[in-house]
């Protein structure tokens, strides 16, 4: 069954530092979404992403997380200067229509 | 926007027994409504899922139940197994345009041998 491939599985970063999460959504998703979970806490939609642009982002988007889909393949997700409450396991999703979603592994990002 | 409330927060059945969860949404538009089960460390995976023109669905001892008029809809699990024991998110969103999907907090379900 097709996967949508996280890496690195556990990241550990210091505060004020960029990180780059990377996702390999199934081959003919066309929509990309990515997701966090604080431990203990729901799913939170973070930014969703078609056509080459993102369709939707929520507070939590701010200037210091950015998106990407450089080479057709790859989605990454970009925090740019890394605070101790971006610690959290983030979850990479696509689907080929706007809903039915599959969801990565994850990412555990801890900022320390 | 949308809100998912989901009840109970944790849940303790007897090997055998059924489970049910209970979501609630705000959104009168939505019409998708997904349940995912997470197992420790890993990405939640979508186990059934209801589209608001059907009232109920089945996959074997997995049914979802939908309330349109209350907004509510509903998990039930039969003949529960320890492998069921995970925890369980209800969502909803539309599957038109861009409304991305919106979680509950979660139900954590423990099935006791």
């Known amino acids: 069954e097709p996967e949508v491939t996280q890496t690195p599985s556990h990241q550990v970063t210091q505060m004020g530092q960029e990180v780059i999460l990377r996702c390999v959504p199934i081959s003919n998703h066309l929509y990309f979404y990515w997701y966090r979970q604080i431990l203990g806490q729901k799913v939170e939609f973070l930014v969703s992403f078609y056509n080459n642009e993102i369709s939707e982002k929520s507070e939590i988007f701010d200037d210091q997380f950015s998106v990407e889909r450089p080479d057709g393949s790859n989605f990454t997700l970009k925090i740019r200067s890394t605070k101790l409450e971006d610690s959290a396991m983030y979850f990479c999703?696509?689907?080929?229509?706007?809903?039915?979603?599959?969801f990565g592994s994850g990412t555990r990002l801890t900022v320390v | 926007g949308e809100n998912v409330e989901q009840h109970p927060s944790t849940l303790s059945v007897q090997e055998g027994d059924s489970a049910v969860i209970k979501c609630t949404y705000s959104d009168s538009a939505s019409n998708y409504f997904p349940w995912y089960k997470q197992e420790l460390g890993k990405g939640p995976q979508l186990i059934i899922d209801i589209r608001s023109n059907v009232g109920e669905k089945k996959d074997q001892r997995i049914a979802v139940t939908l309330n349109k008029t209350a907004k509510h809809f509903s998990l039930h699990i039969t003949e529960t197994q320890p492998e069921d024991s995970a925890v369980y998110f209800c969502?909803?969103?539309?599957?038109?345009?861009?409304?991305?999907?919106?979680f509950g907090k979660g139900t954590r379900l423990s099935v006791i041998a």
């Open positions: 999703a696509s689907s080929k229509w706007s809903y039915g979603y599959t």
């Open positions: 969502a909803a969103t539309t599957y038109s345009g861009n409304t991305p999907l919106v």
